[in-house]
C-alpha cells in the first residue's frame, strides 16, 4: 500500500505500527518475570533454594527494558521517564523497575524470605502497572477496557505460576505447584471470556475481531485446557515432566496472546459521523462509522 | 474564566479541496507523509441513498487530554488557553502518547524525508533536528495565537493571529476563537447550528465542533 493511500484511508482503523516487537517484548518478558517474581515468593518457604529462579525472573524483566529502550526514538533520554509518575503508568512502572531489581539482588545476595517476599510484591506492582499502561490508552480500542487491564494481570500471573513448574525440571517438588498452575489457569480463561465480551458489548475495529478470532480456539485449548490438565495431574502425581510441559505450555501461550494483543489486534479508534452534513438542498443523514462490528447508537 | 480556543468546521460547507491540509504542511513545514491536518473522504449508504461527506481531522486539542495523562516525560502539556503542546526537548519518542490518541492525530518521523529524496533549498532551511524521532501533531499555529497577547488581535478574527488551515478555507467551513466567550465568533455559530465533536463518549472533551445541519451563516 502506497504512503498516500495510508494517509487517504485513516477513516478507517488502521493496525497501529509504533508499537512492534520491541514493545511487546516488554509486555511478554516483564509480566512474565514479574509473575515470576511472585510464584518464586510464593514457593520461597519450602526450603529448596529458588534464587536462581529470582535470578531468572529479573532477566526477563531486564530483557523486556532493554527491548523498550531499543524502541525509543530518544533512547540517551530515557531518564525523563520518570518525570509523571501523577499521572503515567510508564512512569510508575519505571518507578517499580529499580526497586524490584534492587529487592530481587538482595533475594539472590542474602537468600532472605522477606527479600523474595518484596520482591514478589513489586513483581505483582509490576505486573499492575503494565496491565494499567494498556489500559489507559483510549485510542485502541482493544487495549482501553478494563477487561483488558484484568486479563494481562491474569496471564502475567499464570504465566510466572507456569515458569515456576518449569522449574521442575530442577527442583522436582515444585510439580506440586501444578495445582496453582491449574487454578490460575482457570482464572486467566474466565478473564478470556470475560474480555471477549465486553469487547462484544461495546463493538470493536473489525481487525480486533479478525485477530482475535483467528487464536482463540487454540488459545483456549492450548493454553488452558492441556495445561490445566497437565498442571492437575502434575499436582496429584508429583511428575516432573507434567509440571514442566504445563508450565512451558501456559507461558508460551501466554506470551503469544500479549504479542497478537500488541501487535495484530492492536487498532486505531478510526473516525465516525455520528449524523452525515446536509448539504445543498439535501437533508441530514444517518450516522457512519466504518470499519467497526458494530456502529454506536446514535 | 480564562479562554479555551476551540474550532468548528462546518461539514456542509466544506468540498475536501485539501487547501487546509497544504496550507498545514506549507506553515509548519511537515514532512512528506506527515500531516497534521488531513481531510477525510467519506462515502456511505446505497444506491440511490448515497452520500459523500469530507472530514477534516487534526489533533482535537483535548480539555481532557488522554496523551497528556500517559506521557511519562511531561512532554505534552496543556496551556490555560487549551493548546495541548509538545515539548520537543523532554520527548522521548515512547509513542504511548500516540497509542493513547482516538484521533490519530501524531505522528513520529525517525528520518529525515524529502519530497524529491534529496532536499530542496526550502526544505534545508526549514528542517528542524529537534522534531526527528519525537512526536508531533497539530499545534493550532500557537505562534500566532502568542502574537495575539503582543498585538492584540483577535485569534479567529484576525488573519495574522488565526491558524493557518482556517485562513486558508476557501469554503469559509473552518472557524477559531474563545468558545468560553459568549460573545465570540464560534459561540455564536454553534449556539445557531447542530453539531458534534468526534468520539465525545471516550470523555476527551475534544476542542473541535463539527457542524452538520442548522441555519447557516453567510
Not at chain 1, 527494558?65 to 524502541?71: K, Q, T
Not at chain 1, 477496557?145 to 527442583?171: K, P
Not at chain 2, 481531522?57 to 488557553?81: G, L, S, Y
Request: overall charge positive; some cysteine; charged content about 15%.
Amino acid at each position: 500500500m502506497s504512503e498516500s493511500q495510508q494517509i487517504g484511508d485513516r477513516m478507517l482503523p488502521r493496525q497501529q505500527r509504533n508499537w512492534d516487537a520491541r514493545a511487546a517484548a516488554n509486555f511478554i518478558c516483564g509480566g512474565a518475570g514479574g509473575g515470576l517474581l511472585l510464584a518464586t515468593a510464593l514457593a520461597s518457604g519450602r526450603g529448596e533454594d529458588l534464587r536462581p529462579l529470582v535470578v531468572v525472573a529479573l532477566a526477563l524483566v531486564g530483557i523486556g527494558l532493554f527491548a523498550v529502550w531499543l524502541e525509543i526514538g530518544r533512547p540517551w533520554r530515557a531518564l525523563n521517564v520518570y518525570l509523571n509518575a501523577a499521572t503515567s503508568w510508564m512512569t510508575r512502572e519505571a518507578m517499580v523497575a529499580p526497586l524490584l531489581f534492587a529487592s530481587g539482588a538482595a533475594a539472590v545476595m542474602f537468600n532472605l524470605p522477606a527479600a523474595f517476599w518484596v520482591a514478589g510484591l513489586l513483581g505483582l506492582a509490576y505486573v499492575y502497572c503494565q496491565a494499567h499502561m494498556l489500559h489507559a490508552n483510549k485510542g485502541i480500542p482493544a487495549w482501553r477496557l478494563a477487561s483488558c487491564a484484568g486479563m494481562i494481570v491474569a496471564t502475567d500471573l499464570a504465566e510466572g505460576a507456569g515458569l515456576l513448574c518449569a522449574g521442575a525440571l530442577v527442583w522436582p517438588g515444585l510439580a506440586s505447584f501444578g495445582l496453582l498452575l491449574a487454578g490460575l489457569l482457570a482464572v486467566r480463561l474466565l478473564a478470556w471470556w470475560r474480555y471477549l465480551a465486553s469487547l462484544r458489548s461495546t463493538g470493536v475495529p473489525l481487525g480486533t475481531s479478525k485477530a482475535f478470532d483467528a487464536v482463540g480456539v487454540r488459545f483456549v485449548w492450548l493454553g488452558h485446557v492441556v495445561p490445566a490438565v497437565l498442571g492437575v495431574a502434575a499436582g496429584l502425581t508429583g511428575l516432573s515432566l507434567l509440571a514442566v510441559l504445563a508450565g512451558v505450555l501456559a507461558a508460551a501461550t501466554g506470551g503469544w496472546f500479549k504479542y497478537t494483543l500488541v501487535c495484530r489486534a492492536a487498532f486505531t479508534q478510526g473516525f465516525a459521523l455520528p449524523r452525515t452534513p446536509s448539504r445543498g438542498q439535501g437533508s441530514a443523514g444517518r450516522g457512519v462509522q466504518p470499519g467497526w462490528n458494530s456502529v454506536r447508537p446514535q | 474564566m480564562s479562554k479555551r480556543y476551540a474550532m468548528a468546521i462546518d461539514l456542509r460547507r466544506c468540498v475536501g479541496c485539501q487547501t487546509c491540509t497544504a496550507a498545514c504542511k506549507s506553515a509548519n513545514a511537515t514532512p512528506p507523509g506527515v500531516q497534521w491536518r488531513r481531510v477525510l473522504d467519506i462515502e456511505s449508504g446505497e444506491f440511490p441513498d448515497v452520500r459523500r461527506a469530507f472530514l477534516p481531522v487534526a489533533c482535537m486539542h483535548c480539555a481532557n487530554p488522554p496523551c497528556m495523562h500517559v506521557c511519562p516525560t511531561t512532554a505534552t502539556k496543556q496551556r490555560e488557553d487549551g493548546l495541548v503542546t509538545i515539548d520537543y526537548d523532554l520527548c522521548i519518542g515512547c509513542s504511548n502518547c500516540i497509542m493513547a490518541c482516538p484521533y490519530d492525530a501524531r505522528s513520529i518521523e525517525h528520518r529525515p524525508r524529502y519530497a524529491y529524496g534529496e532536499p530542496m533549498v526550502s526544505e534545508t532551511a526549514r528542517f528542524d533536528p529537534g522534531r526527528l524521532s519525537v512526536a508531533t501533531k497539530c499545534t493550532f499555529c500557537k505562534e500566532r495565537i502568542e502574537l495575539a497577547a503582543v498585538t492584540g488581535q483577535t485569534p479567529g478574527i484576525d488573519p495574522e493571529v488565526t491558524p493557518a488551515c482556517v485562513n486558508s478555507c476557501i469554503a469559509g467551513a473552518m472557524h477559531f476563537g474563545d468558545v468560553n466567550d459568549p460573545q465570540s465568533n464560534i459561540s455564536t455559530l454553534l449556539g445557531g447550528t447542530e453539531h458534534f465533536r468526534m468520539h465525545e463518549e471516550l470523555g476527551t472533551d475534544p476542542s473541535v465542533y463539527y457542524i452538520w445541519d442548522g441555519p447557516r451563516h453567510e
